[in-house]
């Protein structure tokens, strides 16, 4: 036998006995897999967003553009002391919003006039996003942007013109500031606007032929590769889970979409009252307990958490938002701080070799993982735990470089000499699509990872893991058991809550526009509503004496139809029925998206009656109010 014939026979034998005794040959991905960006990005779970500009000093959401710049004057802003706040909690980075739909731009731009430098803030040389940014370098916290895509303020808007401000905008946050770890693009399209003094409604159509966001991506690629995209019409590396109350609309969650892996991001304020801060908001803060349900919600159903924390107009995050952001986040950290689990003994039904070996799902690392042989079409695998143990969460992950499989899993515990299930495997067609499907719940997709709290806690020395649908050959990386640690609510603390009273509705009269459906918006009942058939439309309140009346609140339909939401508002008072003043007129924004209850505040005045007004509605003829509060005293 010639020399090269035997070297080459050797080499086969060698490899041949590596791959037989020692498995080392894996399986091949399957479907669309995640960028090396995309997993990172998955592993940092959930990070902070931050509202802060011209809205913080005009009680809005959405600005209309008209705002002037001189409003922006934090007294006491302190980027260092938010990151640290947010690092603390045990955040992995921030998305701070440089430019809202006001077009308001909270960085020294060349691409507007409507920017920082307009601002007394520092004498016009101040610069929030490098103030965030410089933070985030300081306490190795990931720092990224939120740029809208329309922009009120614009007079170019919807025209060609704007396209050259927008790439501008885009080229100076990604070239400035360092390492941006995600570009956020939000998915509003146009509407009513100043628009440099036109004061008109302009629709762009398709947002994707508008933008060119294909040119948008290109650009971003080039200047920062590793930065993940938010949005852009379906064409970025993330899209929205659906839902701005924090939780991931749909489980299964699949990440594949349209032959590509899309990941999936759930985002959400921490105070009720919305992203931006509002004066009285201190008393509207989610509990940590809400926020857990929110994380489990999201995170534990495959997708990342996005949680707003708004400055106020000193610059300073509210106290009360704080206080449950550290409790929620010691909350996290007691779930996460013991694994049950490491460490046990693991059977599998079948293994593809040592290196793929039931062992892994329980060694504390991420990259090695468990598969079964092909063959194995519902693979199990049983832990054996050092002694009997009590949990109440079970987590598991994918190898998901390797693509999403599982379509189902069943958990059981083996509890007084019998195995008894505690997860049920989902069946097809199955869906979890409501925030409260968070205690119990079936096992359908795992993906990056799924946590699932069980009905009751269960003790036990035995669990067993079985994947019951995959689409290929499963590949395990993670079984986890965990604990939930007791709710612990915050101390309760100093909140510039200063909303008045609502005012008592007993013998109250009411007329106007469906006026026997009026009382249905005073009744304290969510689920009725005041609904007229028409819009514009209006009802006035006798509430047969005067009071000092300071706002109001309305709450939009939440029956989960957006038919007849009012969009804009006014609002007047008259002491005798007859002789009416306006108080307050605009607009309430985002309902589709968040139908949060509004508060408006305004001047103090004497009145006997209120009159609402629904001027603009969104979705259909007509209009409607869920709740309505007046505040006074």
Known sequence: MKWENMLKWLLLVVVCVGTTAWGNKGPRPYGPVPTEQQVRWLRMEWYAFVHFGLNTYTDREWGYGDEDAKLFNPSDFDAEAIVKTFKEAGMRGMIYTAKHHDGFCTWPTKSTKHNITQSPWKGGKGDVVREFADACKK???????????????????????????????????????????????????GGDGYYGGAREGRNIGSADNYYNYARVVRQIRSLQPDCIIWGA??????????????????????????????????DTPINHRGWFWHPGQGGHVKTPEH???????????????????????????????????????????????????????ARASSTRGRKFGASRLTDGKIESYWCPKDSDDTPTVELELEKPTTFDVVRLREQIRLGQRVEAFQVEAMVNGEWKTIIHPGQPGEKEDKFDGVRG???????????????????????????????????????????????????????????????????WSYSGFAAEKA???????????????????????????????????????????????????????????SNWTKVSEGEFGNLRANPVEQIISFPEQKARYFRFFSTAALDGDGSSAAEIKIYGK
């Not at 889970?241 to 609309?249: D, H, I, L, N, V």
């Not at 669990?463 to 309760?492: D, H, N, Y």
């Open 519 to 577: 009382p249905l918006a005073f009744d304290g009942r969510e689920d009725t509503m005041w609904e007229a058939g028409k819009c514009p439309a209006h009802f006035v309140v006798d509430m047969k004496k005067e009071h000092t009346l300071s706002g109001f609140a309305y709450l939009p339909r939440q029956d989960g139809s957006t038919r007849g939401m009012t969009s804009r508002y006014r609002v007047e008072l008259s002491t005798d029925g």
């Open 139 to 189: 306490h190795d916290f990931a720092f990224g942007t939120y740029l809208s895509p329309w922009d009120r303020n614009c007079a170019e808007y919807g025209r060609p013109g704007y396209l050259r401000v927008y790439y501008k905008q885009i080229e100076e946050l990604l070239t400035q500031y360092g390492p941006i770890f995600e570009i956020w693009f939000d998915g509003a399209m």
């Open 233 to 266: 019409a379906g064409r970025g590396d993330a899209t929205w889970a659906g839902s701005e109350k924090g939780f991931a609309r749909h489980y299964p969650l699949w990440n594949v979409r349209n032959h590509q892996w899309i990941c999936l991001e759930a």
């Open 441 to 507: 719940g079936k096992g359908h997709t795992i993906g990056n990872q799924v946590l699932r709290w069980l009905a009751e806690p269960v003790t036990t020395d035995r669990v067993r893991l079985t994947i019951t649908r995959s689409k290929a050959t499963p590949c395990i990386s993670e079984f986890s058991l965990l604990c939930m640690p007791g709710v612990t609510q915050p101390e309760p603390v100093a909140s510039e809550d200063t909303a008045a009273g609502t005012l008592p509705v007993e013998g």
């Open 291 to 345: 926020l857990m349900q929110v994380y489990l919600s999201s995170v534990g159903r495959g997708a990342n958490l996005i949680l707003n924390l708004a400055p106020n107009r000193d610059g300073r995050l509210d106290p009360a938002d704080v206080a449950s952001l550290q409790a929620f986040g010691k909350m996290r950290r007691e779930l996460l701080a013991q694994d049950y689990a490491r460490g046990a003994k």
